[in-house]
């Protein structure tokens, strides 16, 4: 497995792996790589002929008073878990050369961009909408991959990757949950055990909300008055957001229908998580 570092490299492998006929495939992460993240490889396995897993911590979705100096980094780890997987390269740039001195060009999708996690955490989608598709532009993959727990973020690249006519296309691979539920995020790590085990308010919340729908319930005031109960009932847990939206458009609906995202996101003790469910 090699491990490049720069945009002219990745671009150049890519190219010479296209020109031999074979269908290259970009998982794109932050690192810390987990259970989650190993579907993602997989899926790109099994589809495609040449896989690049990219890792990099990208400064511009974090907020301030984020967790960007202290967001977990085992590239050692991520790069045995990648190459046990079958991934033929890392790419792993610096942030220099992601965004060069005097870099002044970002993408920034209007309306999607200000919605669920974009309204509670300022300028975060324009920072993924802009390292994705500078990523897009890199790789020129055929297909990038990327897990349901985002779906909000899925939501902004789709309609990025439209509307610049990239010719990547993006794949959804379904959330990975521990046993007991909870969804696999790289910020798990930051949870006590006390918190760890609060934080199953927020899959509770939405595996209530599809039981709902299962029964017939489809008025949005019940999903979010039932979810809030249930992220309520637990003391540390303070709610950021639960919203059913279209998820095309992110935009609150008042009925459930085909396809509805129904989305929460939460704070247990100091750290944000967020999960979700296609209805």
Sequence with gaps: ????????????????????????????????????HASLIRAARERCDAV????????????????????????????AMAESLGADVIFAP????????????????????????????????????????????ACEAEHAFFGQKDAAQVAVLRRMTSDLRLATEIIVCPIVRE???????????YLSENERKQALALSRAVRRAEELVARGERRAIVLVDDA???????????????E????????????????SLFAVAAWVGTTRLIDNAIL
């Design 244 to 259: 059913l939206v279209n998820w095309a458009t992110l935009e609150p609906v008042d009925i459930a229908g085909r396809g």
């Design 1 to 36: 497995m090699q491990i490049l570092e720069t945009v002219n490299d990745l671009r150049a492998w890519s190219r010479s792996a296209r020109t031999e006929g074979k269908c290259v495939g970009l998982v794109p992460t932050m690192g810390a790589l987990h259970a989650g």
């Design 179 to 189: 046993a007991d539920g909870l969804a696999l995020s790289s910020r798990n790590v």
């Design 52 to 79: 690049a897993v990219s890792i990099f911590v990208n400064p511009t979705q974090f907020g301030p008073n984020e967790d960007y100096a202290r967001y977990p980094r085992t590239f050692e780890a991520d790069c």
């Design 228 to 242: 809030h109960a249930i992220l309520s009932s637990e003391p540390n847990v303070r709610t950021d957001f639960v």
């Design 94 to 137: 610096a942030v220099e050369e992601m965004y060069p001195k005097g870099a002044v060009t970002y993408v920034d999708v209007e309306g999607l961009s200000n919605r669920l996690d974009g309204g509670s955490r300022p300028g975060h989608f324009r920072g993924v909408a802009t390292v994705v598709a500078k990523l897009f532009v």
